[in-house]
C-alpha cells in the first residue's frame, strides 16, 4: 500500500529563519510522482513542485528548494529567510503512473511570526 | 494559468436537502476530481471524471453522485445532505489522463449542513 507521512503537524518560527519540512512516503512501485502543495488560510490548494521517482536531482526555485532522497524515501522542503506570507499548511502527496489517485499526507502547518 | 473555479466558498443547507457544487475549469482537462478535506483525516477522493460522462469512485462515493455533461464543468451531488457532510470540498483538474500530470484546485466549499 501507499502512504505519505508528514511527521510534523505544526512548526513556529520567526521570520528570516530557515525551516524544512519533511516528507516520507511509501511504495513499491518504480515509477511514481511526488508533489508539494501550499494551502493558505483562503483554503485554495497551490501547486509548487512535481519530481518524477527517475530524477533526484534537487531543485530550488528562490528561496525554496526541495531534497529529494529515494535512498530514504524522502522529499523534504525547505524554505529560506521564511516569511510571514508563508504561513500555510503544506501538503506532500503521492500518486503511482498506475494510478489517478494522489495520496496526501496530513499536513504540516507552518506559522511564521514576525 | 489553470482556473479552476467553484461555485460557491460557502453554504449551509438542512438535512435532506439536495446540494449541488458545481466545479469549471477553462483549460480543457480532460481529468476532474472531488475531494473533501476534514481535520485529521487530510484529503480524500470522492469521485473523479476522466472524460464527459465517464465517472469513476473514489475512496468514500457513499452518499454521492457526480455528473459531466461538459468537459469543463463537473458537478457534486448530496442526493441528501447529512451533518457527517459539512466538510471543506475541493475540486480539481488535470490534462490528459497521465497521472503524471498535475492537479490543480480550485478555492473550496466549506459546507455547513444543519
Known amino acids: 500500500a501507499q502512504k505519505v507521512t508528514q511527521a510534523q503537524t505544526e512548526i513556529s518560527v520567526v521570520e528570516k529563519e530557515d525551516v524544512t519540512l519533511d516528507c516520507v512516503y511509501e511504495?513499491?512501485?518504480?515509477?511514481?510522482?511526488l508533489f508539494w502543495y501550499k494551502q493558505p488560510p483562503s483554503g485554495e490548494l497551490v501547486f509548487l513542485i512535481r519530481r518524477n521517482s527517475f530524477d533526484e536531482q534537487n531543485e530550488i526555485s528562490g528561496r525554496y528548494s526541495w531534497n529529494f532522497q529515494k535512498s530514504t524515501s524522502s522529499f523534504n522542503f525547505t524554505i529560506t529567510a521564511s516569511q510571514v506570507v508563508d504561513s500555510a499548511v503544506y501538503f506532500c502527496?503521492?500518486?503511482?503512473?498506475?494510478?489517478?489517485?494522489?495520496?496526501f499526507g496530513s499536513g504540516t502547518r507552518l506559522l511564521v511570526r514576525p | 494559468d489553470v482556473k479552476v473555479t467553484q461555485s460557491s466558498r460557502y453554504l449551509v443547507k438542512r438535512t435532506g436537502e439536495k446540494v449541488f457544487l458545481e466545479c469549471v475549469q477553462d483549460m480543457d482537462h480532460e481529468n476532474m476530481f472531488w475531494y473533501r478535506q476534514d481535520p485529521g483525516l487530510g484529503l480524500r477522493l470522492i469521485y473523479f471524471s476522466y472524460d464527459v460522462k465517464m465517472k469513476e469512485k473514489g475512496d468514500i462515493p457513499e452518499g454521492y453522485s457526480v455528473s459531466r455533461e461538459k468537459k469543463e464543468r463537473f458537478s457534486l451531488i448530496l442526493e441528501s445532505a447529512s451533518t457527517n457532510q459539512t466538510s471543506m470540498y475541493l475540486c480539481?483538474?488535470?490534462?490528459?489522463?497521465?497521472?503524471?500530470?498535475?492537479?490543480?484546485f480550485g478555492p473550496g466549499t466549506r459546507l455547513l449542513v444543519l
Open positions: 480539481a483538474s488535470s490534462p490528459r489522463t497521465g497521472a503524471e500530470e498535475t492537479q490543480y
Open positions: 511504495t513499491r512501485d518504480t515509477t511514481y510522482y
Open positions: 502527496a503521492l500518486i503511482l503512473r498506475s494510478s489517478y489517485k494522489l495520496i
